[in-house]
């Protein structure tokens, strides 16, 4: 049994500094992506406070820690991201999200948290897509 270099060096997701380390990569990832660098660039304004927002959300449900308890509610973002972008979001594009989701958590980390960042990542994907589609043509 042989083991690479990277798998080696994977390591457990156990406090904030993974926890940025994750987001700050995986978002560097998104915004040169053909379909969501345009998507999130042409959104996000202040990329370093998103970035601290996401690390909030990310710790605390990775975590059960830190700033973000209570204080999310990812469903109206969502649904105003696609308004602003016409209606344009597809299941594709959280294809694409998942996949750098997924090959990110890999590249660096291992264990039950890494593990639990793909399973939640799944199942809000699937949420939001799904509110998203189900509120087009409304006004709210």
Known sequence: ??????????????????VSILVRTFYSKVRVHADLGPIFNGIIT??????????DFWEMVL????????????VPVHKAVDKQVNESIEQRHFGNWLELWFSTIDEL????????????????????????????????
């Open 46 to 55: 202040d990329w370093e406070v998103h970035l601290e927002r996401l690390t």
């Open 1 to 18: 049994m042989h083991n690479t270099n990277n798998e080696l060096l994977r390591k457990k997701i156990a406090t904030r500094l993974e």
């Open 109 to 140: 980390f291992e264990g039950e948290n890494a593990d639990y960042a793909k399973e939640h990542a799944r199942n809000m994907a699937h949420i939001l897509f799904f509110r998203i589609v189900e509120g087009r043509g409304k006004s709210t």
């Open 63 to 74: 975590l059960n820690s830190g700033p973000g308890a209570g204080k999310f509610s990812p």
